[in-house]
């Protein structure tokens, strides 16, 4: 899957957030200095030819919706942050992180709890049990 550029992500952002939006819907959620029309309009068709998102026309309009879910693009996203900045390990990316925040022992305990409860729960998950 391709990265998205800022602004390529700050559209993608807002469609998973409104799930379907026109162009119009978007600037309107955005902050001000509002982009131009055109801006917004060209970003969309090079996320649609990059096949994150997809539209239903409506006569000369357009509604978009992503084709890419948010978690999708983050678990690819966060592979390839892990694999080009901690040679592909989470255990080298944790520490950084905990480093860097001076994280305490109950802040790195209490993340792995939460991890350790993700992986059980995804899981139960892919076993066709449900949460």
């Known amino acids: 899957m391709k990265e998205l550029t ?3 992500e700050q559209v993608m952002q807002l469609l998973w957030k409104l799930e379907k939006a026109f162009v119009k819907d978007l600037i309107d959620e955005m902050p001000t200095p509002k982009p131009a029309y055109n801006t917004v309009s060209t970003i969309i ?3 649609e030819k990059k096949g994150f998102v997809g539209h239903n026309a409506y006569g000369k309009t357009h509604e978009y919706y992503p084709l890419i879910s948010r978690k999708e693009y983050t ?3 966060m592979k390839n942050f892990m ?3 901690f040679s592909g390990s989470f ?3 944790v520490s950084f992180f905990a480093k860097e925040d ?3 022992l109950s802040d790195l305990d209490e ?6 409860r993700d992986l059980e729960n995804e899981n139960s998950d892919e076993n066709g049990q449900h949460r």
């Open 83 to 85: 694999r080009n900045y």
């Open 91 to 93: 255990q080298e990316m």
């Open 6 to 8: 800022k602004a390529e």
């Open 102 to 104: 001076n994280m305490s």
């Open 111 to 116: 993340l792995m709890e939460d991890v350790k």
């Open 75 to 77: 678990r690819s996203f």
């Open 45 to 47: 068709r090079i996320l």
